[in-house]
């Protein structure tokens, strides 16, 4: 094959439509790769990454709506989540390409974890709101029993900040490599990827963060050393 290309698809792409249901994002995600279909059938490398932002906080509204009953889910599990779904339905999609268009490619999903730069969290690395918006007194009470930081959006209420930490590598990063080399179609790095970091005895820790995902498709660009 004689390049390698990386595709950056946006989470509100996928998700855009009346309610944006599930079958909205099966068709979104159909429709995508239809369009992907010149790259697949070329000789090129293929790598694809998808932001979650939305599904991201369809996950902690429902979450926040069963809270009753149910535990409140990890944000690097929540992102666990949302990777494995919508590289699901971009995989099936995919895969329906390459059969109508005969082609001998596999098309491979892998669930992505990001190590991150926990130091700049230290009141230095930006803030993002995640999740659903929150009244005064809800805000407070997650405040303290939670130690969220909450931020006022006026005329919505209040919503958690997490920070947007700085990636510092991909740690699957390697296994992916072979596999897009090997001419598989490779969906990796899905919302930035799972933010984790090293605890004190080296152990992969998940981290209540954020990552850019277009920072993970530059960074992920550099390591196949993509030509597109």
Not at 21 to 26: M, P
Not at 58 to 70: D, G
Request: with cysteine.
């Amino acid at each position: 094959m004689s390049g390698t290309v990386v595709v950056l698809v946006s989470g509100e792409v996928l998700a855009n439509g009346h309610g944006s249901t599930i079958a909205d994002q099966r068709h979104n995600a159909q429709t995508l790769a239809e369009g992907l279909t010149p790259l697949l059938t070329s000789d090129l490398r293929v790598a694809i990454l998808h932001g979650n932002k939305p599904q991201v906080g369809f996950v902690l509204f429902r979450s926040e709506l069963a809270s009753h009953a149910l535990h409140a889910i990890p944000l690097d599990v929540c992102g666990a989540d949302t990777q494995g779904a919508t590289g699901y339905m971009l995989s099936q999609a995919l895969i329906n390409v390459v059969q109508q268009q005969q082609l001998n490619r596999h098309v491979m999903c892998i669930l992505t974890q990001t190590r991150v730069d926990t130091g700049a969290s230290n009141g230095k690395a930006p803030l993002q709101a995640i999740g659903p918006w929150f009244d005064r007194d809800k805000a407070e009470q997650y405040r303290q029993t939670r130690d969220w930081i909450m931020l006022e959006e006026p005329g919505r209420g209040y919503r958690r900040a997490v920070p947007s930490l700085p990636a510092l590598e991909i740690v699957e990063i390697e296994g992916i490599r072979q596999l897009v080399e090997s001419g598989n179609i490779v969906i990796a790095g899905g919302g930035g990827g799972v933010p984790v970091a090293r605890g004190e005895l080296g152990n992969l820790e998940g981290v209540e963060a954020v990552v850019e995902t277009e920072q993970v498709a530059v960074l992920m660009a550099q390591r196949l050393q993509a030509n597109i």
